[in-house]
């Protein structure tokens, strides 16, 4: 029997609907969501920023290439809880003036509620550090992610 191979290359696909200048409706897969600013800056408060559902990507993918890592290194993290603290440079989004790297760290704590030992867990993050493709986004844009993985 011939083994399936996995495509290493796949197309992301999502859409969005503009129904005010501060909301969009978001079509992802079978799914629905709203990306709106809040009422003090004329959204309707329906969902995150644009900003803060990029710091919500980066804690899920910290989840799911932590809980792949840990399986494959044979590390019981355990559920985790992620915690994420982003100094953001609101200058360009005011419109004040062009900026090159509006997140300007991102300070990252994963608590994992597993057995894993420190050394377990420090282990781990360096391994999540190489292949969560959210860290990589923001790294290479220039934003410094420092990273504190813990037993809860």
Known sequence: ??????????KLRAMGETTSHARTDIKIRDLDFVIDEPTERGGTN??????DTALAALIGCTNVIGSKCADKMGIDAGDMSVTCVCDFDRRGV???EEI???????ELTVKCHGSARQD???RLAVEVAKY???SKLFEQAGTQINTTWHPA
């Open 132 to 134: 969560c493709p959210l």
């Open 46 to 51: 329906l969902g995150p920023t644009p900003t």
């Open 120 to 122: 377990d867990l420090d």
């Open 100 to 106: 090159d790297v509006p997140f300007q760290s991102i």
């Open 1 to 10: 029997m011939c083994a399936m191979r996995m495509k290493t290359t796949v």
């Open 94 to 96: 005011t419109l004040e």
